[in-house]
């Protein structure tokens, strides 16, 4: 089957979820271009940015493995639906607030709500696909929609400062309007979206709670997938955060011009996310990961040198779609290979690690732009998907060449197995 006709046959579930992303998108576009103009505006330094960001990604860590026990018993949906509202609470406490104490509090609101997102997108999503093979159709074109109005929330950043440049920095009212369209989100999805619960009644779920640290927690091959999932979370966290700040200060830029260059990249996103089934299907798991990782290699590199604007531009964009395609190929393949029943207690796992190799990024990352050090992040990435790529061809490669997950798993055999076929 193409893949547009397996768009058209997408269950309706899925596409009232892909088509209410587009508010999320646009709202989380705004934000993100204007909240770090607005705390630097309220004279909040990049190192307590950075501090910031770190801790909010360590109170989604720590709320992700109750939130995957939540999903488990109360179901997926309404756990969804609350950390939506959450998000959409933490943006607006962001523009209420004028110092540091309050903007702490909004980021632990803003990341709980993101912890619950996070934790239960992927597998609701699956839930309403039916099957395997519109599983990655489905989250390729949920992070497309995404990305796509995302792009439109960037580009209406960089305008709605100069349209409405009311409140106590230019940006509050952007982050206000952010914060409304991630309410109507929720709204949104809470009416139009059904509540399923994927074949658990509430014995089952209490059963696999008790029983959760015995067959679960210590299951060699979710463990050895969220260590991956935590050099993933470094990756993204050395450069995604900042790299507004990154584009302003290296290029010298007003915000409309980085809006409008972050704006085409949401666009490079848009069609990274979409190319990712086909680019499975034509070259294969294994080698997509293969030249997927040796073109992110490549740009980090290049970025990581003082580069001029004519070659940093084109560089940077090509950069954020091959770590997009990346990302995208971590996130869907590894839920994949993850049995149902054991998809909400790995969901928490994989946020708790990809949180605590975030935080631990992005405060290195702060600390580096205190210094107006535009270019070591980009070395530090580099450094950190090398080892991620090590990573992938000793432990990860074996795994996925073992589809069969209902099958017992042997990390020894595979191992074993990919030393004799070389």
């Not at 270019?375 to 790529?389: E, K």
């Amino acid at each position: 089957m193409s893949f547009i006709a397996q768009v058209k046959f997408l269950p309706k579930e899925v596409k009232r979820f892909i088509a209410t992303e587009a508010l999320l998108g646009i709202g989380m576009g705004i934000f993100g271009l204007v909240l770090n103009l607005h705390l630097l505006a309220l004279n909040v330094s990049p190192e307590q940015i950075g501090a910031l960001n770190s801790v909010g990604t360590l109170v989604m860590g720590a709320a992700a493995i109750p939130a995957g026990f939540f999903a488990n018993y109360i179901g997926r949906k309404r756990i969804f639906i609350s950390g939506i509202t959450l998000t959409g609470i933490g943006y607006g406490l962001f523009g209420l607030g004028e110092s540091i104490g309050v903007f702490y509090l909004a980021q632990i609101i803003q990341f709980i709500g993101i912890s619950f997102l996070i934790t239960t997108e992927i597998q609701l999503l699956f839930s309403y696909a039916e099957t395997n093979e519109l599983e990655t159709v489905s989250y390729s074109l949920l992070f497309a929609v995404f990305t796509l109005f995302s792009g439109v929330g960037t580009l209406l950043g960089g305008f709605i400062p100069n349209w409405f440049p009311y409140g106590n920095t230019k940006y509050q009212s952007s982050v206000y309007i952010s914060a409304v369209l991630i309410l109507v989100a929720a709204l949104l999805r809470g009416i139009l979206l059904p509540c399923v619960n994927n074949s658990f009644d509430k014995g089952k779920s209490k059963l696999l709670l008790s029983n959760i640290r015995i067959y679960q927690v210590f299951d060699k091959k979710i463990l050895l997938i969220i260590f991956y999932l935590f050099l993933a979370g470094m990756a993204f966290s050395t450069i995604i955060p900042f790299q507004n700040v990154i584009v302003k200060f290296r290029m010298g830029w007003s915000d409309e011009y980085v809006s409008y260059l972050l704006t085409i990249n949401g666009l490079i996103l848009f069609f990274a996310s979409m190319i990712m089934p086909w680019i499975i299907n034509k070259f294969g798991t294994i080698k997509a990961y293969y030249y997927v990782y040796g073109m992110n290699l490549l740009f980090a590199l290049i970025l990581a040198f003082n580069v001029p604007v004519v070659v940093f531009s084109p560089v940077f964009l090509l950069r954020s779609g091959s770590f997009t395609l990346l990302n995208n190929m971590i996130e869907s393949q590894t839920m994949s290979v993850v049995t149902e029943e054991k998809r909400d207690f790995f969901a928490g796992m994989r946020s708790l690690l990809r949180s605590v190799g975030s935080a631990i990024a992005s405060y290195l990352a702060g600390y580096i732009l205190e210094s107006k050090n535009y270019t070591f992040p980009f070395l530090i990435t580099f450094i950190i998907l090398l080892a991620s790529l090590l990573y992938f061809v000793m432990f990860i490669k074996p795994i996925f060449a073992h589809r069969l997950t209902d099958d017992k798993f042997s990390f020894e055999e595979e191992i074993q197995k990919d030393v004799e076929g070389m």
